[in-house]
């Protein structure tokens, strides 16, 4: 069973930092694009940033300059480095991946989320 599990989120202060992890785990051929991205209450689902197979990035624009996107392709995981964050940043961040499970298959998998609450 093929699953995306996702760790690192929590309370932090305004300002402050947190780093999401988000590693791919079972039966996998390969990993082709993974992303994040958050929903915050009552409002839609959303990209924050995805990282390609190759490592070509892509953020949301309001984003830029303050949240870093990266892979290790060995261990099978994307984090997602957030600095300066605000109140707004509350929200529930899911994982996102296209795993190859088989020859000529992909799939798209979603992580559980997990939520970063941004309060003083």
């Known amino acids: 069973q093929v699953q995306l599990v996702e760790s690192g989120g929590g309370l932090v202060q305004p300002g402050g930092s947190l780093r999401l992890s988000c590693a791919a785990a079972?039966?996998?051929?390969?990993?082709?694009?993974m992303g994040w991205y958050r929903q915050a209450p009552g409002k839609e689902r959303e990209l924050v940033a995805t990282?390609?197979?190759?490592?070509?990035?892509n953020y949301a624009d309001s984003l830029k300059g303050r949240f870093t996107i990266s892979r290790d392709n060995a261990k099978n995981t994307v984090y997602l480095q957030m600095n300066s964050l605000k109140p707004e940043d509350t929200a529930t961040y899911y994982c996102?991946?296209?795993?190859?499970?088989?020859?000529?298959?992909?799939?798209?998998?979603w992580g559980q989320g997990t939520q970063v609450t941004v309060s003083s």
């Open positions: 996102n991946a296209i795993l190859q499970v088989r020859a000529m298959t992909y799939k798209n998998y």
């Open positions: 079972g039966s996998i051929f390969s990993i082709n694009a």
């Open positions: 990282i390609s197979g190759g490592g070509i990035t």
